[in-house]
């Protein structure tokens, strides 16, 4: 009686143990898209949204205030950013070891990872956009800053993820709309995405212009010398690896999010329908 319990006892240890260090190797990857500022990119694309089917409502013929209203309210209803974060955590998690999320972690955490960070958060913000904008042509005249940020959007593609970023959003904006109208055209979103990222593809030189005068704008207030570790970061293949995982996984973070919110609208869609017909 006594081998038998203690033999039950060793193995729910060992589930435990498993559990825990499954749970931590979960985490440490949260831990990572949030130090990295990866998590908090994501939690834009509801207003960004929003703010496209305002455009639409004004651009296209027959969308009225009542089909916008609709949509956005089910944004806020249905589209969970916490469900991007959640997929995009796991699609890292399958693909960055335990090890190699510690090891970037361990750059992130660093005094410089953190003002990096921050700095690059800082030229996101509405009144820094205003600033940039103003101050473009003095940003483009600090050459060294310039070739800085060239290189690191050669070095991580960033041109690439903001481009995608945007696709994903347009695409996630047309299967809303369709939803309403022909709710079996938004599930086919491998059409709608290459039609899309086909459309935009002329912008790709203006984002790369945007993307380095934000860069020079965040980096403006850090000297040269810490320019200069962070590239020696961005050039690792750990640090590589890690930027093309984030670019499929919000990629596909973004069609399985998007995906489910026009399902979800297309149901409201046809419950309605179905109550109109009825009354």
């Known amino acids: 009686m006594k081998k038998g319990y203690l033999k039950l006892s060793l193995l729910m240890c060992l589930?435990?143990?498993?559990?825990?260090?499954?749970?931590?190797?979960q985490n440490v990857h949260q831990?990572?898209?949030?130090?990295?500022?990866?998590?908090?990119?994501?939690t834009s694309i509801p207003d960004s949204m929003k703010a496209g089917f305002v455009q639409a409502a004004q651009s296209t013929p027959g969308f009225n205030q009542d089909m916008l209203t609709f949509l956005t309210n089910s944004i806020d209803q249905h589209f969970s950013v916490a469900n991007l974060q959640q997929n995009l955590n796991d699609y890292v998690?399958?693909?960055?070891?335990?090890?190699?999320?510690?090891?970037?972690?361990?750059?992130y955490n660093s005094a410089l990872g953190k003002e990096i960070v921050?700095?690059?958060?800082?030229?996101?913000?509405?009144?820094?956009?205003?600033?940039?904008?103003?101050?473009?042509?003095?940003?483009?005249?600090d050459q060294m800053r310039v070739a800085f940020a060239q290189k690191m959007d050669e070095t991580l593609g960033?041109?690439?993820?903001?481009?995608?970023?945007?696709?994903?959003?347009?695409?996630?904006?047309?299967?809303?709309?369709?939803?309403?109208?022909?709710?079996?055209?938004?599930?086919?979103?491998?059409?709608?995405?290459?039609?899309?990222a086909q459309s935009?593809?002329?912008?790709?030189?203006?984002m790369k212009t945007m993307i380095t005068v934000m860069m020079v704008y965040a980096y403006k207030d850090i000297g040269e010398d810490k320019l200069k570790a962070y590239?020696?970061?961005?050039?690792?293949?750990?640090?590589?690896?890690?930027?093309?995982?984030?670019?499929?996984?919000?990629?596909?973070?973004?069609?399985?999010?998007?995906?489910?919110w026009a399902t979800s609208i297309a149901q409201q869609v046809s419950a309605m329908t179905k109550n109109n017909s009825v009354e």
């Open 118 to 141: 921050a700095a690059e958060k800082s030229a996101g913000t509405p009144q820094a956009i205003e600033s940039i904008q103003q101050q473009a042509q003095q940003l483009f005249s």
């Open 93 to 107: 998690g399958k693909r960055i070891s335990a090890d190699e999320a510690k090891a970037l972690l361990n750059w």
């Open 31 to 42: 831990q990572l898209l949030d130090a990295s500022g990866s998590s908090a990119s994501l």
């Open 158 to 196: 960033l041109t690439n993820m903001m481009l995608d970023l945007q696709v994903g959003t347009a695409v996630a904006i047309a299967q809303g709309m369709t939803s309403l109208t022909q709710p079996q055209l938004a599930q086919d979103s491998a059409a709608m995405r290459q039609h899309v």
């Open 231 to 260: 590239g020696d970061f961005l050039s690792t293949p750990a640090c590589q690896k890690f930027a093309k995982v984030l670019l499929q996984g919000t990629r596909i973070a973004m069609e399985t999010e998007s995906q489910r």
């Open 200 to 206: 935009m593809e002329p912008m790709r030189d203006n």
């Open 15 to 25: 589930v435990v143990q498993l559990f825990t260090v499954q749970a931590q190797a």
